[in-house]
């Protein structure tokens, strides 16, 4: 009895929808069929939609980031170069003889100047990094409650002052950086004169001035690029700042919290996640420095700027031209970063959300 009253409401059902008013009103099997009908075209023209709009976009990101990156892992186990005759699959074999994991072993242990260049651009690249991530954080987070604290007219003017650098040309950059560090009449130099101190013979090219174990060289290019890239994290601060709720300030304040407790105790560990995501950002991009350490230092003087960039770049196309050998140094770059990303997280990471 229970079985066919629920067959006669889900029958009910089927045929009747009600209005807004509550009656019912019955629906035709025509009426189902055109509803229906509407309902398959609109959704073919939105899978059609979908697919015009992802596919493009996948067949780039296949050619041009995923093809490119395994390319690089295959050719990391081959003695490769585009001047040796290979065979009809991609220049493989033949003269390009696959090499196993020597490639790796020769960077880690062999006598060879590439290997031995490019176990020194490790630890140049690490030191850039360990001195750039510090000073960047340092110089934005209070630089952005500073710029949260001024009034609303000014605060757009110099947020675009100060992200300016970021967005402007990299080698336009170098060009004014060039003409700061350049020795005797550079802008850097005059200063030094104008306050009576000395100012170092060569900028940039004196490889004997060493501050505190680090090359003058390599902390005139710290000090370029972290004006270059503080901008970035500058805005990211300023928007979570903007992002914390103004009662828990209060509440601080009305605990009798001081300027300086309210940051340390209140805002710093809302920022947390900020903190992360621009850590993560300032040492992958510290990583991936190129351009500034080439035109301004080209990885002297004696390779005291050298950076694992520069070596991939140099072994590839400039002196060794070996190909095979510069892939295995950018897969260590990229198990080097994911390392430090991950890292990064687990350190981080909190459970809690404002």
């Known amino acids: 009895m229970a079985g066919g009253a629920r067959e006669e409401q889900e029958r009910l059902a089927a045929t009747f929808f009600i209005l807004p008013q509550g009656m019912p009103m019955q629906i035709t099997p025509l009426f189902k069929k055109e509803v229906l009908g509407d309902s ?32 690089a892992v295959v050719m990391s186990f081959f003695s490769y ?3 040796r005759q290979g065979t009809w699959f991609l220049g493989l074999g033949g003269q390009n003889p696959f090499v196993g994991i020597d490639n790796y072993i020769e960077l880690f242990t062999g006598t060879g100047k590439p290997a031995e260049v490019f176990r020194l651009a490790v630890k140049n690249t690490f030191l850039f990094t360990a001195l750039v991530l510090p000073m960047n954080l340092i110089i934005t987070l209070p630089l952005a409650v500073l710029l949260e604290s001024i009034g609303e007219r000014f605060k757009t003017l110099f947020r675009a002052i100060y992200f300016l650098p970021t967005i402007s040309s990299s080698v336009a950059l170098v060009i004014i950086w060039s003409y700061m560090y350049a020795p005797g009449w550079g802008l850097l130099s005059i200063m030094f004169k104008a306050v009576g101190l000395v100012p170092p013979k060569s900028w940039l090219q004196d490889p004997n001035t060493i501050y505190f174990g680090v090359p003058l060289a390599m902390l005139c290019v710290v000090v370029a690029h972290v004006w270059q890239d503080f901008g970035y994290n ?45 850590s993560v950002l300032t040492v992958i991009s510290s990583l991936q420095v190129f351009v500034i350490f080439q035109l301004l230092t080209r990885g002297g003087p004696k390779n005291q700027t050298q950076t694992m960039l520069l070596s991939i770049y140099e072994n590839a196309f400039r002196f060794a031209n070996n190909l095979g050998l510069s892939a295995a140094m950018s897969m260590i770059l990229f198990i080097i970063i994911l390392i430090l990303t991950v890292t990064q997280f687990r350190i ?3 459970e809690w959300e404002y």
């Open 81 to 83: 170069t585009p001047i």
């Open 348 to 350: 981080l990471r909190t």
């Open 40 to 71: 398959g075209k609109l959704m073919a023209k939105q899978r059609r939609f979908a697919y015009t709009g992802i596919v493009p976009i996948l067949l780039y990101m296949g050619l041009f980031t995923l093809f490119p990156i395994l390319w």
């Open 234 to 278: 500058l805005v990211i601060f300023v928007a979570a700042l903007q992002s914390i709720p103004k009662t828990l300030r209060e509440a601080a304040r009305v605990d009798g919290a001081n300027i300086w407790q309210e940051f340390w105790l209140v805002v710093v560990p809302l920022l947390r996640r900020t903190v992360l995501l621009t």
